[in-house]
Structure formats: C-alpha cells, structure tokens
C-alpha cells in the first residue's frame, strides 16, 4: 500500500520511463527530472540494484550533475541485508530524489521488497520526494508489478505473471520498451485480472511524468499507451486456459505523445499543449 | 465501392482470414467457409495471384473437397489481360464461392484492380456469392487496403500505407498476421487517416465471418482486435512527421475470440455464445 501523504504536504512524483532514454543528443526525459528533483539543489540517490553491470549507475552518477544537479550518487544493494543498514538509509533520508536503473526487476523486487529500504522510498515520496526508474526500474514503481511475460499484440491468459511492486501507487501497472517489444498483450492481460488500475504502456526514450495530482504528462520521442479496463462489458479471463486468446470487450485506448495528459482519477486524455502547438 | 445488392437479395459473407489457419488437425475456419459456399453444393473458385508458388493454390484445390465442397478449381491471372478473357470470368460467374490465397497484396491489386474480374467478384458477393481469403486474400477484400507498414504497437505517422482494394465494402479496414506480426501500430495509424472505417486485426488461423447484415462473428484459435475510432476525441495525424508518434484520444478497443461477434453498424460487441459457455 502507498504510505499516507501527511496533511498539508504533497505527494513527490513518479517518473516511469520507458527504456532507452537519450543520455546525450536530446536528454529531455532525463532534464526533466533532475528539474522535479530540485535542478541545482537536486540530490539524487541511483539505485542500480536491478542491473548487474557496474556501469549502469555510474553513468547517471555523472550525467544528473551535468543536467543541472547538485549531486548524484550510486546506491547499491547485493543482500537484503544491505537494505536494513542504517547509514544507506540516512543517505536515502537526504536525498531529493531517487532514481531505479534498468536491469531485471525480480532482483529489485527480491531485494527490496519488504525491507527498511522499500518503505523508506515509499514514505519519502508520500512526503514530497521525487522517485523515478528506467525499464525494470519503471516497473518496479507501483504495487502490482509486470514480472515477465509473453510478447504480441493480442492477450493470452497465461501470457503476463504478476509481482508485488515497490508500492508507490495503487492506481496503475507499467509495462516498458512497449513498442520496441511489442507488449500490448501482455498489459491488458495483466489489467484483465483485475480491471481497476489504469494500464500504462512507455516506449523507449518516453515517460510518464505523474503529478502529486495523478495527472500524468508525457514527455519524450515515443508514445505512452493508456489501456482504460473500467468500462469492460465482458472478459473471459475467469475461463480462458493458459494458452487461450482472452476475450475483452470495451477497453478504451489513448495513445499520448509528448505534451499530452491523463489523469488517472477521472481517466480523461487530454491533447495538452498539442492541442494549442503547429507545427 | 462496393455493388449493391439488388432488391430482395442478400449480399454474400465476407470471409477475411488472418493467414496460417489450420489445414490439417482442426480446419474449423476452412470447413466453416466450405459451408458457407454451399458445402456439398459448392463450386470454389481459388484464386492464388497473390503468390507466385505454384502449391499455393493447388493446396486448396484439394482441401475443400476434402471439407465437402463439389469441387475447387484454381483460377490464375499471371497478366491484367487475363483478368479480361471471358471464359474465366465465365467460371467465376459459375462458383458459389470465390477464395483468395496468400501472398503479397500488391500483386492482387496490380493484377486484378480495375478488371472485369475485380468488377465481377464485387458484383457476385452483392448478388449473394460468399468471398473469402486469407493473409493478403484477405487484406485486399476491402476498399483500402493496408498495402505494406512498419511492425510495432505504437502507431507512426508514416508507419502505414494504403492503396485501394478490391471494394466488397468500405466499413473496414484489414489486417492480418495481427499478433504474430505485432501490426496494431499500423492498424491504428490506417485508421487515424480517417477514423469512418472499423479496425479489424486478424490473428492467424482466425477469421472473422461478416455476415449479410455486417454482423461479424469470430472462428478459429486466436483473437480478433476490433479498433473503433469513431469516438476518437483527439489526433494529431494531421500534422504529425513521417516518423512521429502519433497522439490519438479515445479509441475504443474489442478483443474477441471465438463466438464473440461485433455489428460493423452499431458498432457494438457482444460475447455472443461466450456468455453462455462455461468451458
């Protein structure tokens, strides 16, 4: 569950990236998000826990400062045990944003999850602090978590196998490289278990940047695909063998470039400021 | 456009078919096309211009007979001429169903388009004649039709081409390989043209049977992705560069398995006999 936002405060962002951001010719994703975590009074704490390449969190430990922030430090956890020291925790008390690599986000899940770590960067973003990820470190972000599953446009039953999340949010599940790996199927297969959360689908070098109001904005080259199952007026999830085809009528699709909005309360698409730029 | 169907008849099925159906274990979307021309009635005529391997079409020679038609012929144009000759169109005039095998879609078009055969089809399915074909037999069924796109879930600007079909009807928009092929990006990018036209994207050995009353009713193991864009509150199609996402707000979006139908008029889904089959 997401920690309670204190009365008075507002709850941080949630960046959600697709993958593959730009790191160099046009890192706007990446701007962006070093300017919500405070630009030149940004500390930001990196947590490659989901990769096993030790590059992956250097690189942003040198790219955030040159995008405006103050500092940024790698983080990382090889035991569970490491998640219940207390000087790792008070450097993650200290900072104004926190950021998951990319990598496999059954290693982020088995780690983290439960401990000291997990809930910090929970309470830490119901009091204001920016938390964002990149493709596993994206799906990671909220409480039921794409683990693995099939490729392809159309849900099977079997095709997609659900985790508990770090728990930011209740309000949605994130699939990413959504385009590049041709993962519809899959998110509206998750979303067919239980059609209450709002599906979000990021291509590679694309975000969803999410607002303490839950309107989301997109920014980035690629396109986010919102799968809306509330108004579903029959699905076949309950009957369908692992390898069936899912039968689901009355799902509703947006599909927001840069610029464009979703609120994920009222579950309105809005064209933003598309709906005012020529180009 | 399409020819219309004279007083007091009925136009014929239109049977588009996702590519790789079942010739073997289990041919229910074949055998449910047979039936449709007749069963022990019909006279098939299979037209494999589509492809240029000879087996192509002798394959289906044989096989619905074995499904229960009176016979099956294979009918070849190698030259636009040939689509001129009265003693073939004498035997298309003669068959009680008219087939089109796979391929690529532009040879179809290129060789029959414009044609006394092209002509005589339409004319046959409006008087009655059941039309069917799989992949590009079945892509070339409608007025425009998905000449050739880029794979992925996201729609592009210039992730589709269209060229004009053979024109049984104009209510939809084909296409096929749906799931294996990942080609929702380019389904929805077709539509995003001018949303008038349904979506209808075929998975493999699955078929999408359009009756008399544009009522279409699913047949065969994978799913059927009906795409309505008639609600679509925002598209930024208009100007969007070749290789932009495009932003489109508001699709409503069917996945349908076998049984399910949709009414290509009302533009409603029902579960059809799903809703009542507990398996």
């Not at 979703?262 to 579950?267: K, M, S, V």
């Amino acid at each position: 569950m997401p920690s309670k936002t204190p009365d008075g405060e507002q709850r941080g962002w949630i960046v959600p990236i697709g993958g593959a951001e730009d790191k160099e010719a046009d890192p706007k994703v990446l701007k962006r998000f070093v300017d919500l975590c405070g630009g030149k009074d940004a500390r930001i704490v990196v947590i490659p826990t989901a990769s096993k390449l030790i590059e992956t969190g250097t690189q942003y430990e040198r790219l955030f400062p040159e995008l405006g922030a103050r500092e940024a430090t790698v983080l990382d956890f090889d035991t569970r045990r490491d998640a219940q020291e207390q000087n790792r925790l008070d450097r993650i008390e200290d900072a104004t944003g926190v950021f998951f690599t990319g990598g496999n986000q059954l290693r982020l899940s088995t780690l983290l999850g439960g401990t000291p770590v997990a809930k910090l960067v929970r309470s830490l973003n119901a009091r204001g602090v920016t938390v964002g990820g990149t493709s596993a470190g994206a799906s990671i972000l909220s409480e039921h978590m794409i683990a693995f599953g099939r490729e392809g446009s159309s849900p099977t039953a079997g095709s997609v196998r659900l985790a508990p999340g770090l728990g930011l949010t209740n309000r949605f599940v994130i699939d990413q490289h959504f385009r590049q790996r041709d993962r519809l199927g899959r998110l509206v297969a998750a979303l067919a278990y239980n059609p209450f959360a709002i599906g979000i689908g990021l291509d590679e070098d694309t975000a969803a940047f999410i607002g303490p109001d839950d309107t989301l904005e997109v920014e980035g080259s690629g396109s986010v695909t919102i799968v809306d199952a509330s108004e579903l007026t029959f699905s076949s999830m309950d009957r369908a063998g692992e390898d069936d085809p899912v039968c689901l009528l009355g799902l509703r699709v947006h599909i927001l470039v840069a610029g464009a909005t979703f609120n994920l309360h009222t579950r309105q698409a809005a064209a933003g400021r598309l709906a005012i730029t020529k180009t």
